[in-house]
Structure formats: structure tokens, C-alpha cells
């Protein structure tokens, strides 16, 4: 079992729409969470930085944590056809230490 | 300000030919990491450094794969010979450490070498 699941998709829906995306890890050390966003042909980069348990909003972006269930979701409202990427959840054990673990992404593609 | 510039952005090769990605970080970025991303999967950590130092280097193939970071700013990452299960993206990263040497979860990567190895 991989430490960090998570559905590649792809999960295709209307523009508009609310989207939620999700991961499932097994070790319980992983302490702070981030969501990239990786378009076509390009690194990741940063969406959303979680550590505690409970939701952290940005825009149209939420952010959900429950560590009792090693469970993490992001929310996206009002999605639009420029959110169309793929999602990867990354972890990490405590704020000290830089290496990331990443699930496997999910590709997500929004149509007009 | 420049991100992180990797290069060549494509390469193909032959099987048992060698080959080098080059790498270099935001400026003052201390930390870097090559990531090799395989099609439909996320990055997996081949190596990281904090300054010239490799810290993290369990995942890489040390019978094939070569890293250097001289100087603490440019790295290589170098395979050979290459193997067909060597195609894939490699990816370049760097990072800063805020007050405190705490990390803030944000990579900054560039925009990967892509390796066809035939």
C-alpha cells in the first residue's frame, strides 16, 4: 500500500460546478498538507498549506483536514475551464523536514 | 524574478547512452530536489540538498544515477547508462526556509526535462 492515495481521475464536469478532491494516507507522521496545481507540460506549484485539522478557505479554494481519519480534501466553487489540471496532495512529517510525499494526482478537466 | 530553469526540456537517447539534466534554483533558495514524475504518477523524491549537502538520497539509484550541487546554487543530475524505464520527467525544485528554519511547504519547480530513453 502506497503511503499517500489518491483517484487519478480523470473527473470531468461542468464549468460552474463544485469539485471535490481527495486523499487518503496511512502514515499517521505526516503532520502539514499542500494541494499543487500541475497544467500540461509543467511543475506543480502551490495551492493551498494546511497543518491543523479542520478547513483553511482561499478564494474558491478550501482546503479540509481530518487527521483522525488520514483524510484530505479541496474544494473548488465555482470552478472554471482554466482549472482544468491535474491536482496532486502532497505531505510532510513536521515543519522542519522538506521532503514532500505526493499522491499520484487527479486530473480534472472543467468544460464550458 | 526567474524561477527555476531546467534544461534541455527534451531529450531522447538511446538505451546505454548517457545523459545530464541541468538545474538552476531561485536565487537564495537553499534547498534543492530532483523529482522524477513517471506518467500518470506524482513526483517521487530522487534526491535533496540543503546547500552543497545531499541530505535525503535513499531513492536514487546510485548504481546509475550521479547528482552534484558545486557551490551550493546549480545542480546536474546525470544517468548512465540510461534504461528504457528511465523515461520520464525530471523535475527540479528549490525551496527557502522561513524564520526559524521552518519550511512553508512551498516547492518552487521548474518545468521539468522530459527523458525518452528508445
Known amino acids: 500500500q502506497k503511503e499517500v492515495e489518491q483517484d487519478p481521475g480523470p473527473l470531468s464536469v461542468p464549468e460552474g460546478a463544485i469539485v471535490s478532491l481527495n486523499c487518503t494516507y496511512s502514515?499517521?507522521?505526516?503532520?502539514?498538507f499542500m494541494w499543487y496545481r500541475q497544467y500540461s507540460r509543467k511543475g506543480p506549484e502551490l495551492l493551498m498549506y494546511t497543518y491543523s485539522s479542520g478547513n483553511k478557505e482561499d478564494g474558491r479554494f478550501t482546503a479540509q483536514v481530518d487527521k483522525s481519519s488520514k483524510y484530505i480534501s479541496l474544494f473548488i466553487r465555482d470552478s472554471q475551464p482554466s482549472d482544468s489540471a491535474t491536482y496532486l496532495c502532497?505531505?510532510?512529517?513536521?515543519?522542519?523536514?522538506?521532503?514532500?510525499?505526493f499522491g499520484k494526482g487527479t486530473m480534472l478537466l472543467v468544460s464550458p | 524574478e526567474a524561477g527555476v530553469v531546467q534544461s534541455p526540456r527534451y531529450k531522447i537517447i538511446e538505451k546505454k547512452q548517457p545523459v545530464a539534466f541541468w538545474c538552476n534554483p531561485i536565487s537564495g533558495h537553499n534547498t534543492l530536489y530532483w523529482y522524477r514524475q513517471n506518467l500518470g504518477q506524482g513526483p517521487e523524491l530522487l534526491i535533496r540538498y540543503e546547500n552543497e549537502e545531499a541530505v535525503d538520497d535513499s531513492q536514487l539509484p546510485k548504481d546509475r544515477f550521479s547528482a552534484e550541487r558545486l557551490k551550493g546554487v546549480d545542480s546536474t543530475l546525470k544517468i548512465q547508462p540510461a534504461e528504457l524505464g528511465d523515461s520520464a520527467v525530471y523535475l527540479c525544485?528549490?525551496?527557502?526556509?522561513?524564520?526559524?528554519?521552518?519550511?512553508?511547504?512551498?516547492?518552487?519547480f521548474g518545468e521539468g526535462s522530459r527523458l525518452t530513453v528508445l
Open positions: 502514515n499517521s507522521a505526516f503532520q502539514y
Open positions: 502532497a505531505m510532510t512529517r513536521y515543519s522542519g523536514y522538506s521532503t514532500l510525499t
Open positions: 525544485a528549490s525551496s527557502l526556509r522561513g524564520l526559524a528554519g521552518v519550511f512553508t511547504g512551498e516547492l518552487f
